[in-house]
């Protein structure tokens, strides 16, 4: 079955601070695709990052890079110099290579950004 | 309409009542969902459909009911509403199979079962 974890259920940071969101997956899949998305103080969800099984490169979006490690089966998110407009819940999710692209979520970890 | 709608954007509902949740695109992805959010859970999967015609169970189906006519609507039913179903409802869409995997997510519904 497939499972994300994300331990970190609050972080509060000052502003200019880095900040690393930790999620943690399990899944029998060789194939996967792993996400990123931010939900702010107004409801929504939107999408941040998409990462397939067979990319490990770390990517870098402006003050956003994520680490992918199989090794570890992490997906962590860094926010640099972060700012108060990042204050938001950050979800990490994981959908299957089959079928219907089902996502499993992460607990959420709820960021606040102190100016 | 621009992405996907839901309606209503809340609702106080009394418990034994039938309540059905609203969803259209205008993305015409194939593929749609339900999702539930619920605080220190995160958003867990009700039902999915990979295209109009068919339709799948997710994580936590009991209580709710889908259909999905055409391709740009898919609505959620609750038979019976129950107070443990309050919670904000997500639709979300996206192409299934292939390499385009990202899903979009509707503005949700804010349910209140008394």
């Known amino acids: 079955a497939q499972k994300v974890t994300q331990a970190q259920t609050e972080i509060s940071v000052v502003e200019k601070e880095d900040v690393t969101l930790d999620c943690v997956y399990e899944?029998?899949?060789?194939?996967?695709?792993l996400f990123w998305y931010k939900q702010p103080p107004s409801g929504e969800l939107v999408f941040l990052i998409r990462r397939n099984s067979f990319d490990e490169q770390n990517e870098i979006s402006g003050r956003y890079s994520w680490n992918f490690q199989k090794s570890t089966s992490s997906f962590n998110f860094t926010i640099t110099a972060s700012q108060v407009v990042d204050s938001a819940v950050y979800f990490c999710?994981?959908?299957?290579?089959?079928?219907?692209?089902?996502?499993?979520f992460g607990q959420g970890t709820r960021l606040t950004i102190n100016p | 309409i621009a992405g996907i709608t839901q309606a209503p954007t809340s609702q106080i509902l009394a418990a034994g009542r039938r309540m059905t949740l609203r969803c259209t695109q205008d993305m015409r992805h194939n593929a749609m969902y339900w999702y539930r959010q619920d605080l220190g859970l995160g958003l867990r999967l009700i039902h999915y459909?990979?295209?109009?015609?068919?339709?799948g169970k997710g994580e936590v189906p009991d209580g709710y009911s889908v259909s999905r006519a055409n391709t740009d609507d898919f609505p959620l039913t609750l038979a019976s509403a129950v107070p443990s179903q309050t919670s904000v409802y997500f639709c979300?869409?996206?192409?299934?199979?292939?390499?385009?995997?990202?899903?979009?997510f509707g503005p949700g519904t804010r349910l209140t079962v008394l």
């Open positions: 979300a869409t996206g192409e299934e199979g292939g390499t385009y995997n990202e899903q979009f």
């Open positions: 459909s990979n295209t109009a015609g068919t339709t």
């Open positions: 899944t029998r899949d060789t194939t996967y695709y």
């Open positions: 999710a994981l959908s299957e290579d089959q079928g219907a692209q089902k996502l499993v």
